[in-house]
């Protein structure tokens, strides 16, 4: 029983150590016809990453799209300036008929 979970145990800390040395990526994604396209994708401590993400951001700001976050299970707002802290920011379209 004990030889059975090894492999796992060791997985799970493999896991973990991972995530400890690549923080978890923030995206920043468009909706489009195709479901969605990433945009971008950054971590705060990349000053590079963070920029190309934000020069992404506001060309579709540009295009006419609007950013979102979700700010709990089924709320969300709209952004103006790329949040660095967000883990998904999503551009969509206005929708039609309002």
Do not use: C
Not at 25 to 42: F, K, P, V, Y
Not at 44 to 49: E, G, Y
Not at 56 to 64: C, M, W
């Amino acid at each position: 029983m004990l030889a059975e979970l090894a492999p796992r145990r060791h997985l799970t800390l493999a896991l973990a150590s991972e995530q400890a040395y690549h923080p978890t990526m923030s995206r920043l994604i468009r909706m489009d016809n195709t479901g969605h396209s990433t945009l971008a994708e950054w971590t705060a401590d990349d000053p590079a990453a963070v920029e190309a993400a934000v020069a992404a951001f506001q060309t579709e700001l540009d295009r006419g799209y609007f950013g979102m976050v979700s700010t709990g299970e089924g709320h969300a707002e709209q952004v103006k300036q790329l949040p660095i802290d967000a883990g998904l920011v999503i551009m969509r379209r206005p929708i039609a008929g309002g």
